[in-house]
Structure formats: C-alpha cells, structure tokens
C-alpha cells in the first residue's frame, strides 16, 4: 500500500510534463525530475552486497525493488541538451562510527558514456553537502527504467564517519551524460533532507522531500 502510494505520488509530481526526445524518457517541466516505462528485467543489484553497510536506504528485497525503477531525479552534464549539470544528494545521520571504503547508488544511464559520480559531503551545518570527503567516477550498468542497476565506487581510502553526524551522499556527471538517481523505497513517508545542484557541485539547495536517491556507504 505505501509502495502504491508513493507511486502514485511520483506520477502526481511528474504529471505536468514535457517529453524528451529520447525513448520512453519524460522530463518535468523544470527538467530535475525523470520518469520512464519499466524496460527488460536487468541486474539484478547488490549495493555494497546489501550487509554490513554503515549507511543504506536500499530495500533489501527482490523482486520487490531495491528502488523505484522508474522515477528519479536528474542527473546531467554541463554540455548536455539541458544545458545545466543537474544533480541531486541524500542526507542521513550517521548511528555508528564507521570507516567505510565504498558508495553505492541507484544510478541509470539515457544517453552519453554512462558514467556518474559519486562524492562522500560532510553536512554544511545547514543540511546542505559541506566539505567533500571522499570521490569517485564509474558507470552504470543499467540504463535507467531497467531494474535495478547500481553504480558502486571504491574510495581512493578510507573516509571515518562518526555518531550523531550528518553526512550526504551526491550523484552527479560531466560532458554531455544524461543519467537518473532513482528514487528509495525505503521509509519514503517521513520527510527527508535532500540537496540539488545545477552546477555540477559547485553549490547545492537544499530542501525536504518524501523522495530521495537511494544511497549506501560501505
């Protein structure tokens, strides 16, 4: 029933729309914001194996979803047709000291090379990404709507989180890529801090919203 409702709610929020010219992939009218059709059954995803993670908001259950396939926010470059680099981060409270080495996310390609990055923020101390921790670049193995590509990254080293902190995890992209951050299913009920940017990183807005990327820290 919460699965259907926030289905329903993403439909609502993608419901006055413009078509972009590739296949079976619509923008909303302000372009942070993709929808698609469901395509072929693809990788299944393991996100950091789903265990042991210091943070996730993956659904550890398949076929019921680890994310929503087919709604998520924006993830573009610089010098792609809709002529800003979107991007979108999630935030959480970190429960327990951890080290963690890798990052995940839900992550599908629509057009360019595929690739995405994934950055490790501190919180700003106005829930918003602060200071940069950790980096890095790879590519999806999914197109977006397939179900359920996941792009992990391997840190360059070790980034120490501790208890009681904030921390953001932000998906963003170079060149002419046109990706998508699928949304969690996971508690998408309660309000969540999430963050967006239309310069690649440079600044981000942050802002409350029932759906965020699903994320995990390793």
């Known amino acids: 029933m919460i699965r259907n409702t926030l289905l329903a709610t993403a439909a609502l929020a993608l419901a006055t729309s413009v078509a972009y010219a590739g296949p079976n992939v619509t923008l909303s009218k302000d372009?942070?914001?993709?929808?698609?059709?469901?395509?072929?059954?693809?990788?299944?995803?393991?996100?950091?194996?789903?265990?042991?993670?210091?943070?996730?908001?993956?659904?550890?259950?398949?076929?019921?979803?680890?994310?929503?396939?087919?709604?998520?926010?924006?993830?573009?470059g610089p010098s792609s047709f809709l002529g800003a680099a979107y991007g979108t981060a999630t935030q959480w409270t970190q429960a327990a000291d951890a080290d963690v080495t890798k990052l995940s996310s839900s992550v599908g390609y629509v057009s360019g090379d595929h690739t995405s990055t994934l950055t490790l923020y501190s919180?700003?101390?106005?829930?918003?990404?602060?200071?940069?921790l950790g980096s890095r670049s790879g590519a999806s193995p999914e197109f977006f709507g397939g179900c359920c590509g996941v792009l992990t990254v391997k840190l360059k080293k070790p980034v120490h989180l501790s208890a009681g902190k904030k921390y953001w995890i932000a998906v963003t992209?170079?060149?002419?890529?046109?990706?998508?951050?699928?949304?969690?299913?996971?508690?998408?009920?309660?309000?969540?801090?999430?963050?967006?940017?239309?310069?690649?990183?440079?600044?981000?807005?942050?802002?409350?919203?029932?759906?965020?990327?699903?994320?995990?820290?390793?």
């Open 31 to 76: 372009n942070r914001m993709v929808s698609t059709q469901a395509g072929k059954v693809g990788i299944p995803g393991n996100p950091a194996n789903l265990g042991g993670e210091a943070y996730s908001n993956f659904a550890k259950k398949y076929p019921n979803g680890l994310y929503f396939c087919c709604y998520g926010y924006t993830v573009s």
């Open 123 to 132: 919180d700003s101390g106005s829930d918003t990404p602060g200071t940069a």
């Open 173 to 218: 992209t170079s060149g002419a890529n046109f990706n998508a951050a699928g949304f969690s299913t996971i508690d998408q009920v309660n309000p969540h801090n999430a963050a967006g940017t239309s310069n690649g990183g440079q600044t981000w807005t942050g802002f409350q919203s029932t759906l965020v990327s699903a994320v995990s820290a390793k």
